[in-house]
T-cell receptor, first 112, second 114 residues
Framework: DAKTTQPTSMDCAEGRAANLPCNHSTISGNEYVYWYRQIHSQGPQYIIHGLKNNETNEMASLIITEDRKSSTLILPHATLRDTAVYYCIVRGYGGATNKLIFGTGTLLAVQP | SQTIHQWPATLVQPVGSPLSLECTVEGTSNPNLYWYRQAAGRGLQLLFYSVGIGQISSEVPQNLSASRPQDRQFILSSKKLLLSDSSFYLC?????????????FGPGTRLTVT
């Protein structure tokens, strides 16, 4: 699975959009981008995933560049409860194990 | 709906003592099950995963072991704990078929080895 690079930390004002970048320059054609987040002292929570088209759900939007070498997770209106570590993960489709390899992620601090 | 349980929530054990952490899943059948460990301020490390009863794959060599005696039960064990085993242990499950199935995590067990 391709490696990802994320900033260690970011700040965002409450009510503003939070844009979390992820670089995955070695991504291959059959690999998807997944985002999870982990609020302090809790287990990680799935947010969204995508291949090459932009995706949106009730939690966030995922924008993947045309060359697929980077992506951005967008939280449209960040709240204090969105303060968490956000993990960007790249993995291939399929495989019985469905394993995920977590990096160190980005600590997003939403400021009041 | 599906739920995942882990217990205990916190545990303090002396060095050299045994360990048994339990994880159970409700509301689904034949899930993939996973054990992760997270040291303070670090990312998650996958320890074991299982695609079925009695089927365990180890990702990292260590003094821990895992077992899956029932379809929705996953147990993490150690015969003799080390100080370095102090960590936050997380169990997760996903649907067991090929594809994009997100993992759902339990609340975790915070283990302190003294």
């Amino acid at each position: 699975d391709a490696k990802t690079t994320q900033p260690t930390s970011m700040d965002c004002a409450e009510g503003r959009a939070a844009n979390l970048p992820c670089n995955h320059s070695t991504i291959s054609g059959n690999e998807y981008v997944y985002w999870y987040r982990q609020i302090h002292s809790q287990g990680p929570q799935y947010i969204i995933h995508g291949l090459k088209n932009n995706e949106t759900n009730e939690m966030a939007s995922l924008i993947i560049t045309e060359d697929r070498k980077s992506s951005t997770l967008i939280l449209p209106h960040a709240t204090l409860r969105d303060t968490a570590v956000y993990y960007c993960i790249v993995r291939g489709y399929g495989g019985a194990t469905n394993k995920l390899i977590f990096g160190t992620g980005t600590l997003l601090a939403v400021q009041p | 709906s599906q739920t995942i349980h882990q217990w205990p929530a916190t545990l303090v054990q002396p060095v050299g003592s045994p360990l048994s952490l339990e994880c159970t899943v409700e509301g689904t059948s034949n899930p993939n099950l996973y054990w992760y460990r997270q040291a303070a301020g670090r990312g998650l490390q996958l320890l074991f995963y299982s695609v079925g009863i009695g089927q365990i794959s180890s990702e990292v060599p260590q003094n821990l072991s895992a077992s899956r005696p029932q379809d929705r039960q996953f147990i993490l064990s150690s015969k003799k704990l080390l100080l370095s085993d102090s960590s936050f242990y997380l169990c997760a499950w996903s649907r067991g078929r090929d594809g994009h199935y997100e993992q759902y995590f339990g609340p975790g067990t915070r283990l302190t080895v003294t």
